[in-house]
């Protein structure tokens, strides 16, 4: 007798990983499938620089050993992409021509990276880093070159950056604006970065739109609004991420930048949850690790008949580039926010408060405390009189009424 249709997870990233598991520990009969388009099971893509220097390979960042999904009698099945969706009937498409009926769907499909509307695109010496697959290709293309151009000056750019500066390669940053990541510091510590990262192999040009690519010679000419031309021998491109949607578009389900999620990571439709990057919840798609893992849990737990809801998390990133830390949490663009500043020759911090409680904070060199700010925004606690002692080196964050508790 078939098998009574049960939970279909897409995609298997963090979010959907996290989803079957999640669902797995309320609901140990009903049967699960995760349907994941790449070949590697779940993997920690944070560590993919590590795989484009050579340092690791792909195999080494699964989150779990094969033997992990079968003895929780879940059923992953890789190389497979889910191509339509019926809504009306319950049922997937696969790229196998298979049909596959499910009672609850969560939908994971993550991320893409943007390709941004550059003359000239594609060309076969200017790359994207998403997969292990991506990494691999970068790695193999780096192999004796010299120059490599960074289009977009965010985090993943910086940390593929610094793989490609281990290869031996001079890396050239170029983004549009006037600073370097823009999410994550201010101006103020976009320079402090860029003093630091000098020395390591990198040149910045900030400010700086592309207006076109093409291939001359074997390498990549990057012309620049103001009438530059930059040479490469091969680029990346890191212009951010788009949610991969297309599985619901035509459907019911609605989408914006991301598939419309409730808190309860609930679709549009009933019986649909959709989770991490392809998400988007209170207007926002997170496109962070631990927000995906977080959102898929709720999912998951919610597909299985609990009743959770999505807190939200506290933005947090820490970077690691050519043995420069940063970490920068919670909002640190708020209009209006006082500011308390500490630069030693080891480190700089900065925090960002409001009403007299931390709403935000960058570390750059040494990141001693980011977990005590976490807690602070995570609490909400208030530190006025402690305003002054507060970035000391060893501050006793007990001192602060209810910190501890
Ligand atoms: C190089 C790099 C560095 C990063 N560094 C950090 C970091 O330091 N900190 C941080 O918080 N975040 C970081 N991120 C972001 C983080 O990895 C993502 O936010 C997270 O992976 C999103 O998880 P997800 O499960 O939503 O999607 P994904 O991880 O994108 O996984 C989605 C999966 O679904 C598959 N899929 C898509 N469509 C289909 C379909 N139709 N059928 C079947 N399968 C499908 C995809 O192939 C993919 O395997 C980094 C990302 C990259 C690429």
């Known amino acids: 007798m078939a098998e009574q249709p ?61 033997d992990w999904y079968a003895a929780r009698n879940l059923n992953l099945r890789l190389c497979l992409d889910a191509v339509s969706l019926d809504a009306g009937r319950h049922c997937l498409l696969l790229s196998n021509g298979e049909e596959l009926p499910y009672r609850k769907l969560i939908l994971a499909m993550g991320g893409a990276p943007v390709q941004p509307p550059i003359a000239g695109l594609p060309l076969e010496n200017v790359f994207v880093l998403r997969t292990a697959e991506d990494a691999l290709n970068l790695r193999r293309y780096s192999q004796g070159k010299q120059t490599a151009a960074l289009i977009g000056g965010g985090l993943l750019g910086l940390e593929a950056g610094a793989a490609l500066t281990r290869l031996g390669l001079r890396v050239v940053v170029i983004e549009v604006a006037p600073w370097l990541l823009p999410r994550q510091v201010d101006q103020e510590g976009s320079a402090l970065l860029q003093e630091k990262l000098i020395p390591a192999g990198f040149e910045f040009f900030l400010g700086a739109g592309v207006s ?24 990346l491109l890191s212009a951010g991420i788009r949610s991969r949607t297309e599985l619901v578009q035509g459907s019911e389900i609605k989408t914006n930048r991301g598939i419309l999620v409730d808190d309860r990571m609930q679709t549009t439709l009933p019986d649909i949850f959709a989770a991490g990057d392809v998400a988007e919840w209170r207007g926002t798609v997170a496109g962070l690790w631990a927000a995906s893992q977080a959102m898929g849990r709720v999912a998951g737990t919610n597909a299985a008949g609990g009743d959770t809801h999505y807190p939200g998390l506290v ?37 960002f408060l409001r009403d007299g409680r931390v709403i935000g904070s960058i570390q750059i060199g040494r990141t001693a405390g980011a977990l005590q700010f976490k807690r602070l925004m995570d609490l909400g606690l208030s530190v006025i009189g402690f305003e002054a002692a507060l970035l000391e080196t060893g501050f006793d964050f007990n001192r602060i009424p209810g910190f501890h508790s």
């Not at 291939?215 to 091969?234: C, F, H, P, S, T």
């Open 315 to 351: 933005p947090s990133t820490t970077l690691k580039v050519a043995g420069v830390e940063l970490c920068s949490q919670g909002d640190i663009h708020a209009p209006l926010a006082q500011t308390l500043v500490r630069r030693t020759p080891e480190n700089w911090v900065k925090v």
């Open 212 to 235: 076109a690519l093409e291939q001359r010679e074997g390498q990549v000419v990057i012309r620049l609004n103001q009438g530059l031309e930059i040479k490469a021998d091969l680029a």
């Open 6 to 66: 049960g939970l279909v997870v897409v995609g298997h990233g963090p979010a959907g990983a996290a989803a079957a598991q999640a669902f797995r520990e309320l609901d140990g009969t009903t049967p699960v499938t995760i349907i994941g388009g790449e070949s590697l099971s779940c993997y920690a893509r944070p560590r993919l620089p590590e795989v484009v220097a050579g340092q690791i390979e792909p195999g080494a960042i699964r989150l779990h050993p094969d």
